[in-house]
């Protein structure tokens, strides 16, 4: 028992490090050579059940994904620099982007008119500013 509270203080008193991720580092050619074998979904079909979530409609999209990814720095990386330029900083959406989205609405013929943008979504949420 006085053993134990020793050990637990001595744990206590080591500051908190970084997680040794060595391993992953030395034998990510072994997860690489895996996704070029047997592509993005080799352990779990997420992009398919992904791709459902999304519907029909962008499944092309998805199928394209699924063959540009060759290895894990595909997926992690580059995708997040792509990616968060499209995000706004405060969470607001770009008035134009809405407008062609509405207006695209009528193009493909989803909706007879352009809707009100203020009808689909709010900023109430948001920090005012």
Known sequence: MNQQKHTGAALA???EAE?????W???RWLVDNIIRANGIDWDQPRS????AACGIEASADFAAIRQ???????????SYDELMPMF???GRFNPKAL??????YVELKVLPEEPDPKLLYTDAFLPVR
Request: proline share 6%; glycine share 0%.
């Open 13 to 15: 008193a080591e500051p």
């Open 88 to 90: 706004s900083d405060d």
């Open 68 to 78: 540009r990814i060759q290895k894990y720095a595909d997926i992690t990386a580059r």
């Open 48 to 51: 398919f059940y992904m791709n």
């Open 25 to 27: 580092t030395e034998q």
């Open 99 to 104: 407008a062609v989205l509405a207006k695209s």
């Open 19 to 23: 997680p040794n991720v060595r391993r």
